[in-house]
């Protein structure tokens, strides 16, 4: 059953172990660092389970990031030619807009399906030209999450953006429904970032994640990663719960000057 309890949230986050930082002189090395050491696990998930999931986010690092893969699998032998059939891709969130609205998180993909990720995997939020309401396309996001996600639900490696109010996913300070546990897929209206209806993963999802990363860069962005680099608060600093069994924080030097001490 869904209940928000941001308590519950709070201790499930403080049961990960803590986040480990490395910082990089260029968002651009940040990204394609983070984009080797993704490709790296998704192939070991590839020939370890036979299939890799890999959870992508909107925003700036999400895009950098997004940019950086097609080189970072084919230099771990990813190709169209092999192996790139078994890895799936999400979106931590979308925003609910029409499928070639460019608000939408998505379209970052296009340059990896090009690189030979069937768009089979690519399990695209349907939006409102589809479904009637942001509940109806959570409650799709989350059917296509129990038939084709990963094995009891863990996500490979799953990227979370870094807000500069300290929000991940869809996932606000104060929000009612961020600290939501006990289901993976919500919908969220109200969002203080435009547009305001869009669908998230949950904590949950974050939670049980083998790794999680955050890429992030630029001076905007220094406060949030002292906020989401202290104890877990997840009504005051959403990204201070994003912890899987592992989790890694891609800084440049701007946003590393938040890094407590
Ligand atoms: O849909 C979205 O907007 C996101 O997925 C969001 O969580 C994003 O990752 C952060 O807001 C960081 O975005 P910026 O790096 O552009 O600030």
Redesign the pocket.
């Known amino acids: 059953m869904p209940t928000v309890d941001a308590a519950a949230v709070n201790a499930a986050a403080d049961a990960r172990p803590l986040p480990s930082v490395v910082v990089h002189d260029s968002m651009a090395e940040a990204a394609a660092t983070a984009a080797a050491e993704t490709a790296r696990l998704l192939a070991d998930a590839a020939a370890e389970r036979g299939v890799a999931h890999l959870v992508l986010?909107?925003?700036?690092?999400?895009?950098a990031l997004a940019a950086a893969l097609p080189a970072a699998l084919a230099a771990v032998g990813l190709t169209s030619a092999h192996g790139l059939d078994r890895v799936h891709l999400w979106?931590?969130?979308?925003?609910f807009v029409p499928a070639d609205h460019p608000?939408r998180?998505d379209l970052q993909v296009t340059g990896l399906v090009a690189a030979g990720i069937p768009e089979a995997n690519m399990h695209r939020l349907p939006g409102p030209e589809q479904v009637e309401s942001v509940d109806a396309a959570a409650a799709a996001l989350a059917e296509a999450l129990r038939e084709h996600g990963p094995a009891n639900g863990r996500f490979d490696v799953v990227h979370?953006?870094?807000?500069?109010d300290a929000?991940?996913?869809?996932?606000f300070p104060g929000h009612p429904v961020a600290p939501t546990t006990g289901t993976d897929v919500i919908a969220v209206r109200d969002?203080p970032?435009p547009p305001p209806e869009?669908v998230?993963f949950t904590f949950d999802v974050l939670h049980r994640a083998r790794r999680v990363m955050v890429v992030?860069?630029?001076a905007?962005?220094t406060e949030a990663v002292a906020k989401g680099l202290a104890a877990p608060d997840v009504v005051a600093a959403p990204a201070s719960c994003a912890r899987g069994e592992a989790t890694v924080w891609h800084l440049d030097r701007a946003a590393a000057a938040g890094v407590p001490d």
């Open positions: 986010t909107g925003g700036s690092g999400g895009a979106e931590g969130d979308e925003r608000d998180n979370v953006g870094l807000g500069p929000h991940v996913c869809s996932l969002s970032k869009r998230s992030a860069g630029g905007g962005k």
